[in-house]
């Protein structure tokens, strides 16, 4: 595994699924971690007592990405914790299926604000945070980012997140600032339980359309931020992997 001893991690929406696994797998390679949350306080305290559990260093803080006050105290909040920041995932995001002739202006604005502006907020904050050595900054993309039917506003996010990842690598790469993006294909996780994907045709579909033939796990997810966190990948920025077990734009899930 990837070792990240003595390094600062910052996790947006890690109080459940896919940053709830990024968040203890960078604490088992060792980083102390900040569980953001913006309403699970439950869920988020659950992880941080995971983590402690298994020996390793974490804490919650409360924080909406998409309100600028919030991101300035989670940043500092979290450098007053644990001295520094060396890496931060951009997991926090939302999603809605819906056709074209559905689409609200509250929607849009829902997903834009959280999913690419709270990006960009988080980003600004914590690398006010990063040392002389730079750091590590993942974004979460999704496979969806190509064109997804009836996910106009969600693929028009994740678009935006692949547009900033590329934007920032090339601004922030002469402060040692590495920005790379993870695409998840279909993952489980409480979200897609919830808005009644898991064991629906959709799914079916997802599998079918997947060379490894399963839905993927948020760990499947979380090796892949641990290796962009470290220094392991430390000639990558600028890239977009997808975490999708093959699966590719036609058949794409959130």
């Known amino acids: 595994m990837s070792d990240l001893t003595g390094k600062v991690a910052?996790?947006?929406?890690?109080?459940?699924?896919?940053?709830?696994?990024?968040?203890?797998?960078?604490?088992?390679?060792?980083?102390?971690?900040?569980?953001?949350?913006?309403?699970?306080?439950?869920?988020?305290?659950?992880?941080?007592?995971?983590?402690?559990?298994?020996?390793?260093?974490?804490?919650?803080?409360?924080?909406?990405?998409?309100?600028?006050?919030?991101?300035?105290?989670?940043?500092?909040?979290?450098?007053?914790?644990?001295?520094?920041?060396?890496?931060?995932?951009?997991?926090?995001?939302?999603?809605?299926?819906?056709?074209?002739?559905?689409?609200?202006?509250?929607?849009?604005?829902?997903?834009?604000?959280?999913?690419?502006?709270?990006?960009?907020?988080?980003?600004?904050?914590?690398v006010k945070h990063f040392g002389p050595n730079g750091g590590s900054v993942i974004n979460m993309s999704s496979i969806a980012s190509a064109g997804m039917p009836e996910a106009t506003i969600y693929s028009g996010t994740k678009g935006a997140v692949d547009a900033i990842t590329r934007g920032l690598a090339t601004e922030l790469g002469p402060r040692k600032i590495r920005v790379n993006a993870i695409a998840p294909g279909g993952v489980e996780t409480e979200g897609t339980h919830s808005a009644g994907i898991m064991g629906s045709d959709f799914e079916k579909a997802m599998i079918a359309g997947t060379p490894l033939g399963r839905i993927g796990q948020p760990d499947d997810v979380a090796r892949v931020a641990v290796f962009l966190a470290s220094d392991d990948s430390s000639w990558l920025t600028g890239e977009r992997l997808a975490a999708s077990g093959g699966l590719s734009a036609g058949a794409q899930a959130p």
């Open 10 to 126: 910052v996790v947006t929406g890690a109080s459940k699924g896919i940053g709830a696994a990024i968040a203890k797998s960078l604490s088992a390679a060792g980083a102390a971690v900040v569980v953001n949350y913006s309403s699970s306080k439950d869920g988020a305290d659950r992880v941080v007592a995971d983590i402690k559990t298994n020996g390793g260093k974490a804490i919650a803080i409360k924080g909406d990405v998409a309100k600028a006050a919030d991101v300035r105290r989670l940043s500092a909040e979290a450098k007053k914790a644990f001295g520094t920041l060396d890496v931060l995932v951009n997991n926090a995001g939302v999603y809605k299926f819906q056709p074209l002739e559905e689409i609200t202006e509250d929607e849009f604005y829902r997903e834009f604000n959280i999913n690419v502006l709270g990006t960009i907020l988080a980003t600004k904050e914590a």
